[in-house]
């Protein structure tokens, strides 16, 4: 499973960041492994560095599964690690749905 990491301008793009992203997903999403190809992570700032507001922490988190359209969720947290965690457990939920449906196709 590949993890690539993506941030606005207002979110430190570190190594660090990237390997804690990695790690909470990699975790959340672990029984899916065998069937993701890429998780994208989008990390965003909704009110700027300038201003500190809750729940402005934004997590885009895009999953590929092969032969599948992405699925996508979104959590807004107070952290960017509550918003990854947030997202990958919303990814859970939805590749869930997504291939028990498959499993009744085939």
Known sequence: M????NTDRN???SVE???QSEEIVT??????SDQI??????????NSASRETSNDKR???EVRIAGQQPISVTE???????AITGAARKAVSALDTA???QSRRG
């Open 17 to 19: 960041l990237t390997r």
């Open 59 to 61: 997590c885009l988190l």
């Open 11 to 13: 979110i430190e793009g």
């Open 76 to 82: 807004n947290a107070d952290t960017v690690e509550q």
């Open 37 to 46: 190809t890429r998780v994208e992570l989008h990390l965003r700032d909704e």
């Open 27 to 32: 975790r959340i999403l672990d029984r899916f």
């Open 2 to 5: 590949q993890i690539q990491v």
């Open 99 to 101: 291939l028990g449906r």
